[in-house]
């Protein structure tokens, strides 16, 4: 009822009914009681109202500018944490580095004959692939060929010449291979103060050229002849742009006087790091070397930067150095007796590295070099900081003829010992005949020398040799300390 009343209604008594006292009954007649307004009208029935609670409206303003803040502030954050890894990255690297610190090594493929294109090959390949050409060329002749064509042929052969341009394009296709191996050329100039004879101070320069072989992480290997390097007080590489950085020898062997000298990468300007490039490494052992048409890079003719062209004469000489097996490769090109630099194909890759000082009398100035598969094994090892220890012999194979028939065993001959080397103080001698290394029996010259360099300067190696006695040979087994080669 008093929801009644506040709603504005009112009551009308149904006459008709009967007034009773029990709860139930006036129940039961407010049910039946007609709800109406200030004017006895029934009010409208309101059951179809129903209240519905609303979410509140999406502010679209207001989310766009939190979805802006929020883009915002993860830029901020990646742009602060960007700058705090280059700043602290140098210094992240350096810490680790310093711990597990360790020499990138240098190595170069493994190179046998075998791999190489023998001229027996060549030939039949070429006789092969002519036959094919010329069976070909005559099935189309057969079939295509006019006498219209014939004539046109004939003319167009008898109009080929070689001129003066034609012969200039050759010299200019050659240089263009020399110009693209240059970027793997430097010069090493070594500088020693000194004094003259009034007590003046000079600085006294040598220079030499260089060949990059290697490229680290951390450094530029590159190798050298070491003759004008000894005892200098600083060193200089100057590349291919001109552009020169200090220099320090990492490793050398005394023996071929070869040196591989370390520039730090952080030293280089950025363009010319970007240019230059460790050379290609091509091969000596290829059979038919003779004739084949070479370029001479560095300083072949005594200047730096220069190169002359001319054609590989030879390549059978070995030579006579300690502990070691080198073939000579001579050229018919003329040049300085003091030139150094390096051989290189047509195809831009080194075959070989100059050197003068084993030149016969009368070829003093004819260029050659020590082919570049002889010297490979060395180079990986000095780029790697190691030096082939010191035995101290001359030696070389036996003919196989000599041991089939039991004349001599079989071995490496011993032909010469240094003077006060580990192999004289071990009791080595001339004519000793080597079978065992440390046990591992020995079949030939370069095998023996790959054990040799897989030993360090101080070891102690066990060396089993026959030598010979009146009635027979007879096996010893010396004992030497292997010591670094002495420098010439």
């Not at 009773?20 to 007609?34: F, P, R, V, Y």
């Not at 693209?180 to 101070?201: H, L, M, R, Y």
């Not at 000079?202 to 000894?230: C, H, K, P, Q, Y």
């Amino acid at each position: 009822m008093f929801l009644y009343y506040c709603l504005g209604g009112r009551i009308m008594p149904n006459k008709d009914s009967k007034k009773t006292d029990t709860k139930s009954q006036d129940l039961e007649d407010l049910d039946n009681i007609e709800a109406t307004d200030d004017e006895g009208q029934p009010l409208a029935n309101t059951d179809f109202m129903r209240e519905k609670i609303k979410s509140r409206p999406i502010n679209s303003k207001k989310l766009l500018r939190r979805t802006i803040t929020t883009i915002v502030m993860a830029i901020i954050f990646g742009i602060v944490a960007c700058c705090t890894f280059l700043l602290l990255q140098p210094l992240l690297s350096n810490q680790i580095g310093s711990s597990n610190k360790s020499q990138t090594e240098v190595s170069f493929p493994k190179e046998t004959v075998s791999d190489e294109i023998q001229r027996e090959d060549l030939i039949a390949s070429e006789e092969e692939k002519a036959a094919a050409d010329a069976a070909s060329a005559q099935a189309s002749v057969n079939e295509s060929v006019t006498e219209a064509a014939e004539k046109e042929v004939a003319a167009a052969l008898s109009s080929l010449s070689l001129s003066s341009s034609d012969y200039a394009s050759i010299y200019n296709s050659l240089k263009e291979v020399a110009t693209s191996a240059e970027i793997s050329i430097v010069t090493v100039t070594a500088a020693t103060s000194d004094t003259d004879f009034i007590n003046d101070s000079f600085v006294r320069e040598a220079s030499t050229s260089g060949l990059i072989v290697a490229i680290t992480d951390s450094e530029t290997l590159i190798l050298a002849d070491s003759s004008n390097l000894s005892g200098a007080e600083t060193i200089m590489v100057s590349f291919y742009d001109d552009n020169a950085v200090s220099a320090v020898i990492k490793s050398t062997d005394h023996i071929t006087g070869l040196c591989i000298i370390s520039v730090s990468n952080t030293d280089i300007p950025e363009d010319t790091k970007d240019n230059i490039a460790a050379a290609t490494l091509g091969t000596s052992l290829t059979a038919g070397l003779q004739g084949t048409p070479v370029i001479a890079i560095g300083s072949p003719t005594g200047t730096p930067q220069s190169f002359c062209y001319g054609m590989i004469t030879s390549t059978g000489r070995v030579l006579d150095l300690t502990d070691s097996r080198y073939t000579l490769m001579t050229t018919d090109i003329y040049a300085s007796p003091l030139a150094s630099g390096f051989i290189i194909n047509l195809e831009g890759s080194v075959i070989g590295v100059i050197d003068m000082s084993y030149n016969d009398t009368g070829l003093e100035n004819l260029i050659s070099a020590i082919g570049i598969s002889d010297v490979k094994n060395l180079i990986q090892n000095l780029s790697n900081g190691i030096v082939p220890p010191y035995l101290g012999i001359h030696a070389g194979d036996i003919p196989s003829y000599l041991t089939e028939d039991g004349t001599l065993p079989s071995g490496v001959y011993v032909s010469k010992i240094e003077t006060g080397s580990p192999a004289m103080d071990c009791g080595l001698q001339s004519g000793d005949i080597i079978t065992k290394i440390d046990g591992e029996k020995v079949t030939s010259y370069s095998q023996f020398l790959g054990l040799l360099y897989a030993r360090s300067s101080g070891d102690s190696v066990s060396i089993t040799v026959m030598r010979q006695t009146p009635d027979d040979y007879t096996e010893l087994t010396l004992s030497a300390t292997l010591e670094d080669a002495p420098t010439k």
